[in-house]
T-cell receptor, first 109, second 113 residues
């Protein structure tokens, strides 16, 4: 069964807009939520992460909002740039990591 | 900078043939992983290892074997390649069990014909 679900499957925004990528999970034992960014032809790389004790994590233009009660989180990419065009994976872990199916983001100039 | 190197980067294999995908890491990490990525899907764990000479099954181990002869090297073996094993394969390493960061290689695109 899918442990981590992401939506939308694909997203297109204009340069300068805020892209919002959604993620949900089922397992209450998950306590660590990394987001990975993958460019074509490359392996995923850690972008930003949050622990379940926090409800928000910021790193530059990237912000994770976390709602433990609803088991949902979202990645907000402010002032989106064409270089942000990539696939973003939400993941969750208590000790082993589970990946969602990814959101393919396209930022149009 | 952590480094995970995969070889080959792409391969075409014949159905029923044997395929070996290799991975080398210079991170001094204990954990190594093999993932499979299909179009429109996330990363599915095939096998992993937390110590040399030992491997563990992941979520989709059927049709795959793994070998960890040393801390630095981890291989994925397809004894009888099938069309359904056409995918991109990623090797990864981490210094603990899946946290806080997993370092991925660039992937191997395998096409079985």
């Amino acid at each position: 069964q899918q442990q981590v679900r992401q939506s939308p499957q694909s997203l297109t925004v204009w340069e300068g807009e805020t892209a919002i990528l959604n993620c949900s999970y089922e397992n209450s034992a998950f306590d660590y939520f990394p987001w990975y960014q993958q460019f074509p032809g490359e392996g995923p790389a850690l972008l930003i992460s949050i622990l379940s004790v926090s409800n928000k994590k910021e790193d530059g233009r990237f912000t994770i909002f976390f709602n433990k009660r609803e088991k949902k989180l979202s990645l907000h990419i402010a002032d989106s740039q064409p270089g942000d065009s990539a696939t973003y994976f939400c993941a969750a872990s208590p000790n082993r990591i589970f990946f969602g199916d990814g959101t393919q983001l396209v930022v149009k100039p | 900078e952590a480094a995970v190197t995969q070889s080959p980067r792409s391969k075409v294999a014949v159905t029923g043939g044997k395929v070996t995908l290799s991975c080398h890491q210079t991170n001094n990490h204990d954990y190594m992983y093999w993932y499979r990525q299909d179009t429109g899907h996330g990363l599915r764990l095939i096998h992993y290892s937390y110590v040399a000479d030992s491997t563990e099954k992941g979520d989709i181990p059927d049709g795959y074997k793994a070998s960890r002869p040393s801390q630095e090297n981890f291989s994925l073996i397809l004894e009888l390649a099938s069309l359904s094993q056409t995918a991109v394969y990623f090797c990864a390493s981490s210094d603990t069990g899946q946290g806080p960061e997993v370092f991925f290689g660039k992937g191997t695109r395998l096409t079985v014909v």
